[in-house]
């Protein structure tokens, strides 16, 4: 029998309409993310047309190139041995004596001679009594500046201390004296000035100031000491308590007077160096008569050491604090056995 008419029970949807409806929306998500993915394959052409370009597919994945990184290593270049040769007293003469030169690199010429004698009309000088100038001054400073101009590496030579002129006209005030208030004079009848009184130093200093100023590369500095012949005892050295001996009182005016002019060169690109005796060198470096003490009191202040001997005693000489470029050995003839080949070839 019929149940009542328009009554049906409820069984709600089919499940055909549900995995349909489920399948359509999936379809839909997966071709939104495609469309997105495939966007950046998309190209267009000159009429606008959009067109699908897909990488192209390789054996293995490759690495983005990466650019070339130049590595320069810049080894320091070497500087050659200073291998210098001294030129004569006619500075008539010195551009053929360089031409002549056999191999050298560098030239030394003497400013300021033993015993005082100006090789080169300093005007700072001009005014210092007693100053001898030499005949040859004036040729001089017509040669030098091409010379100084040249490739050559320049060595000046000044005289410090062993000075009769300006010590005799300046005795008071320059001058080193004995014991009884006069000019001192030594075992070879010469005259010194005093390096503890500040016009020598300012004297001293003025000359090689002005050598540097010419453009020599570097100042050979001589006699930088007490006398050591004659009645030393007779020597007016002065004296301050605040020293233990008379040598050492000795050892910093001369200390003292390197440090002057080292202070007066202040940043002049110039290199500053000390000539000593063979004997004084083995000693190592030091002569309480001369008033020297290398390694304590000057070696600080000095880029070389130039040291008269012979070929023979040149590698005994060089150590590790001698080394080469340091160490300048003054020959008369080129060594030739020696493997030490940085030297001063002095005029015979």
């Given at each position: 029998?019929?149940?009542?008419?328009?009554?049906?029970?409820?069984r709600?949807?089919?499940?055909?309409?549900?995995?349909?409806?489920?399948?359509?929306?999936?379809?839909?998500?997966?071709?939104s993310?495609?469309f997105?993915?495939?966007?950046?394959?998309?190209?267009?052409?000159?009429?606008?047309?959009?067109?699908?370009?897909?990488?192209e597919?390789?054996?293995?994945?490759?690495?983005?190139?990466?650019?070339?990184?130049?590595?320069?290593?810049q080894?320091?270049?070497?500087k050659?041995?200073?291998?210098a040769?001294?030129?004569?007293?006619?500075?008539?003469?010195w551009?053929?004596?360089?031409?002549?030169?056999?191999?050298?690199?560098?030239?030394?010429?003497?400013?300021?001679?033993?015993?005082?004698?100006?090789?080169?009309?300093?005007?700072?000088?001009?005014?210092?009594?007693?100053?001898?100038?030499?005949?040859?001054?004036?040729k001089?400073?017509?040669?030098?500046?091409a010379?100084?101009e040249?490739?050559?590496?320049?060595?000046?030579?000044?005289?410090?201390?062993?000075?009769?002129?300006?010590?005799?006209?300046?005795?008071?005030?320059?001058g080193?004296k004995?014991?009884?208030?006069?000019?001192?004079?030594?075992?070879?009848?010469?005259?010194?000035?005093d390096?503890?009184?500040?016009a020598t130093?300012?004297?001293v200093?003025?000359?090689?100031c002005?050598?540097?100023?010419?453009?020599?590369?570097e100042?050979?500095?001589?006699?930088?000491?007490?006398p050591?012949?004659?009645k030393?005892?007779?020597?007016?050295?002065?004296?301050?308590?605040?020293?233990?001996?008379?040598?050492?009182?000795?050892?910093?005016?001369?200390?003292?007077?390197?440090?002057?002019?080292?202070?007066a060169?202040?940043d002049?690109?110039?290199?500053?160096?000390?000539?000593?005796?063979e004997?004084?060198?083995?000693?190592?470096?030091?002569?309480?008569?001369?008033?020297?003490?290398?390694?304590?009191?000057?070696?600080?202040?000095?880029?070389?050491?130039?040291?008269?001997?012979v070929?023979?005693r040149?590698?005994?000489?060089?150590?590790?604090?001698?080394?080469?470029?340091v160490?300048?050995?003054?020959l008369?003839?080129?060594?030739?056995?020696?493997?030490?080949?940085?030297?001063?070839l002095?005029?015979?």
């Amino acid at each position: 029998m019929a149940g009542p008419r328009g009554y049906h029970s409820y069984r709600g949807r089919g499940s055909k309409g549900k995995i349909a409806l489920a399948v359509l929306l999936v379809l839909v998500i997966l071709a939104s993310i495609g469309f997105m993915m495939m966007q950046k394959y998309i190209v267009y052409d000159e009429t606008g047309t959009p067109k699908l370009v897909l990488p192209e597919k390789t054996g293995e994945p490759q690495p983005p190139e990466e650019e070339p990184v130049n590595i320069t290593i810049q080894e320091q270049e070497k500087k050659p041995l200073l291998q210098a040769v001294e030129l004569g007293d006619d500075p008539a003469a010195w551009p053929a004596e360089l031409a002549d030169a056999s191999g050298q690199n560098a030239f030394c010429v003497t400013m300021k001679a033993s015993g005082g004698q100006l090789r080169y009309s300093f005007e700072s000088a001009a005014a210092v009594g007693g100053a001898s100038v030499a005949g040859t001054a004036s040729k001089a400073a017509e040669v030098l500046p091409a010379l100084l101009e040249g490739e050559w590496y320049s060595v000046a030579r000044i005289s410090c201390l062993r000075d009769g002129g300006v010590a005799r006209s300046n005795v008071d005030t320059m001058g080193l004296k004995n014991t009884g208030g006069y000019i001192f004079y030594d075992g070879n009848n010469e005259n010194w000035l005093d390096p503890s009184k500040q016009a020598t130093k300012d004297y001293v200093s003025r000359l090689v100031c002005d050598c540097a100023d010419l453009g020599f590369d570097e100042i050979l500095l001589t006699d930088l000491t007490y006398p050591t012949v004659g009645k030393l005892d007779k020597i007016a050295y002065g004296f301050d308590a605040n020293y233990e001996t008379q040598a050492a009182y000795n050892t910093e005016q001369i200390a003292n007077l390197l440090a002057a002019v080292k202070e007066a060169l202040g940043d002049r690109d110039v290199k500053l160096s000390l000539e000593l005796s063979e004997t004084v060198l083995g000693n190592e470096g030091a002569d309480e008569t001369a008033g020297i003490d290398l390694w304590n009191s000057l070696m600080a202040r000095l880029d070389r050491v130039y040291v008269p001997t012979v070929e023979e005693r040149v590698d005994a000489m060089v150590t590790d604090a001698l080394e080469d470029g340091v160490l300048m050995p003054e020959l008369t003839d080129v060594p030739t056995t020696a493997n030490y080949q940085c030297y001063l070839l002095l005029r015979k």
